[in-house]
Structure formats: structure tokens, C-alpha cells
């Protein structure tokens, strides 16, 4: 005898209709896309038109001469390459032209994608390690890098106020961008210090850290990592002969990069037609040192809308409506000619990474993707 319809066979309760429940996470990841959007939404929609329109934006850099061209466009080059010599010194085994499709492609990423940040992290892990970088060689590496990178963000402020006194009264938002950039930095500096002198003081912050973790897991409902102080002691004895041998190397190159980065907004700022009474250099660079310490919590991919609205908010502060104007048009080439580049070059580098690496002399990817799923996972 056939169930009948709607229930099981061999049971008389009847089946109802299955409610549709969506993924554990998914409010997470529709906020996380949906945020950083309504920001940059909000900012170049609303607030950037309120400095200038963008018909006087474009009407501004269609006036440029050919040699302002040429000198942003250099400008830009040689920041983009500086990147790339930051990841040589950290990494010796690795060439320029690995480094480039190595930057260029998780670039790309976290420009484009929420949270690219940690996608960026994947392509990059995929590249090296199909290029014979171990895990904890690249572990090391992105450890290194990054806190070199956040060491160059906190010293910027304070470079740039002690700057800015020779040439005449710092205003009160760079003193308190400073006085933060310099707490946090020597904050920073001394527990990086005694995590590389103390081996009890490493173990006390993996102890700390493994705790922290635990706690944090149990509300994602994921496992913690597995022996955060054998890890962090494995670090510190990694990255302190790293350092003692090419630690002038990676410093050398992330303060190169950053100031690459800052002549761009420099050559910009001059090829829009301001000038030094109008725009300083003491100020561009005060403004950017500023932008760059606000961008290190990662709101929107890549800053975007954020470092745009704080760089003209500072430099076109209590001017006249046609040096904004400038501003604003210097500001926005500024961000093209750094943010954009990227995202077709970074798409080239994968594509050429994957299938032709003979084209462009790097060597061929021996690994597979299935560590990087894990990775995202």
C-alpha cells in the first residue's frame, strides 16, 4: 500500500513544511559587505561633492601639462615598486618579479573584496608556497611585515609634528593624531622589545593570548589554536635572528615606501596647481600621516572613501572654495593612480602566475589550492 502523500512510510505523522533556515553567519557576512559599502556610498555621494563637484574635479586634472603627468605616473611606479622590495627584504629567496606578481595580486583582492584583507593574506600564502616558502617562513613574513608597517603608521604622526614645528603652529588635530601615534608606538615598541629579550615574558603573553583565544572561540563556535605559547616562542626566536641579520633591510624599505606613497600624494598635490604657500609640504605630509593612522583598522577595502574624506578634510580645512576644489581633484588622482592600478595589474599577475609564469620569468606554481580553501575556511 503506497504512504500517503506528505508522510513517511510506515509512519502515520505527517511531514510539514521544512522552514528555511539560512547559514550560521550569514547576518555576519551580509553586515560585513553591506557596511563598508554604505560608508564609501555615503562618502563619495555625499560628503566629497560638498567640497567639490566632480565636473570641477575632472575640469581640474584634464588641465595638467604632459610633464605633471609624467611626474605622477613616476611617482606611482616607483611607490608601487617599493612594495615590492619590502616583501625582497623580508623574503631573500624570493625575486623582484615574484614579489611584484605577489603584491600586485593580493593587492587586487584587498581592494575589491570585504574583508580582502584576509583573502589577500590566502593569495599570498598560495603564491609562496608554491614557490617553496614554508608555512612558518611565511608566518614569519607576514608577522614581520606587518608590524613594521604598523611601527612606519605610528611613527608618521610624530615625524610629522616635529616637522611641522620648525615651520610654524601644528594644529590640535595632529597633536592628538601624535600624541596617540606615539603612545601606541612606544606601547608597541616595548612589548616587541621584551617579547625578544624575555623568553618568560613570551610565555606569560602566549599563556595570555591562548586564554583570550579559548573565550573568543567558544562565541564563534570554533576550535582554538593549539599551543599559542610554543608558537609565540618559535616566532620570537625566528624573527630575532630575522632581525639581527636584515632588520636594517626591512626597515630601510617599509620607511622607503611609505614616504614613495606620500611623494605621490606630493606630486599630485603640485600637478593640481597649489603651491607651497597654498599647501605645504610640512602639511601634505602631516595629513597623510594622519589618514594613514586612522586606515589601520581596515572599515572599507583598502581605506577607500575613508582616506579620501580625511585627506581633503585636513588640507582643505579654512581654505577658500577654489584650493578645494584643488584639493579634492589632487586627492582623488592621488587615490587612482595608487588604488586603481592595481586591480587590473593584480588580475594580470594571477592569471600569468597560474597559467604562463614563462611569460614573466617567475617560477612555475608547484602547489595546490586546497590549503587555501582551508585557510578561508
Not at 607576514?142 to 605610528?154: D, E, H, P
Not at 606630493?266 to 594622519?290: D, K
Not at 574624506?309 to 576644489?325: K, R
Request: glycine share 10%.
Amino acid at each position: 500500500m503506497l504512504a500517503a502523500r506528505g508522510t513517511h512510510p510506515g509512519r502515520g505523522a505527517v511531514v510539514g513544511p521544512r522552514t528555511f533556515r539560512p547559514p550560521p553567519g550569514t547576518g555576519r557576512k551580509i553586515l560585513r559587505t553591506a557596511l563598508p559599502a554604505a560608508v564609501v556610498a555615503v562618502i563619495f555621494w555625499f560628503a566629497l561633492p560638498r567640497f567639490a563637484s566632480y565636473g570641477s574635479v575632472l575640469a581640474g586634472i584634464s588641465a595638467m601639462t604632459w610633464p605633471q603627468v609624467l611626474l605622477i605616473a613616476a611617482a606611482a611606479v616607483g611607490s608601487m615598486v617599493s612594495g615590492w622590495i619590502v616583501i625582497c627584504s623580508v623574503l631573500p629567496s624570493i625575486r623582484l618579479r615574484e614579489a611584484a606578481v605577489v603584491n600586485l595580486g593580493s593587492s587586487a583582492v584587498a581592494n575589491t573584496l570585504p574583508a580582502g584583507g584576509a583573502l589577500a593574506m590566502g593569495v599570498s600564502w598560495a603564491m609562496l608556497s608554491g614557490w617553496g616558502i614554508s608555512t612558518r617562513d611565511y608566518v614569519l613574513y607576514s608577522l614581520v611585515s606587518g608590524i613594521w608597517n604598523v611601527f612606519a603608521r605610528l611613527s608618521l604622526p610624530v615625524l610629522a609634528l616635529l616637522i611641522l614645528l620648525t615651520a610654524g603652529r601644528p594644529d590640535a588635530e595632529l597633536l592628538a593624531a601624535a600624541a596617540a601615534g606615539l603612545g601606541l608606538l612606544a606601547a608597541a615598541a616595548a612589548g616587541l622589545t621584551l617579547l625578544l629579550r624575555s623568553e618568560p615574558f613570551a610565555l606569560h603573553v602566549g599563556h595570555a593570548l591562548q586564554c583570550v583565544l579559548a573565550i573568543s572561540c567558544r562565541f564563534i563556535r570554533r576550535q582554538p589554536p593549539a599551543d599559542i605559547p610554543g608558537s609565540l616562542l618559535d616566532f620570537r626566536n625566528r624573527a630575532g635572528a630575522l632581525l639581527i641579520t636584515r632588520g636594517w633591510r626591512i626597515t630601510a624599505a617599509t620607511v622607503a615606501g611609505n614616504f614613495a606613497l606620500w611623494l605621490v600624494l606630493l606630486a599630485c598635490l603640485r600637478g593640481a596647481g597649489l603651491s607651497q604657500a597654498q599647501v605645504p609640504w610640512q602639511t601634505s605630509l602631516a595629513a597623510f600621516a594622519a589618514v594613514r593612522l586612522l586606515t589601520v583598522l581596515p572599515i572599507t577595502p583598502g581605506g577607500l572613501g575613508i582616506t579620501e574624506l580625511g585627506l581633503v578634510t585636513i588640507l582643505a580645512a579654512n581654505a577658500g572654495h577654489q584650493v578645494g576644489v584643488r584639493v579634492t581633484a589632487a586627492v582623488l588622482l592621488f587615490r587612482a593612480v595608487t588604488y586603481l592600478p592595481s586591480i587590473p595589474l593584480g588580475a594580470l599577475a594571477c592569471l600569468a602566475w597560474r597559467h604562463a609564469p614563462a611569460l614573466i620569468g617567475i617560477r612555475p606554481y608547484k602547489g595546490s589550492f586546497q590549503h587555501l580553501g582551508r585557510r578561508q575556511a
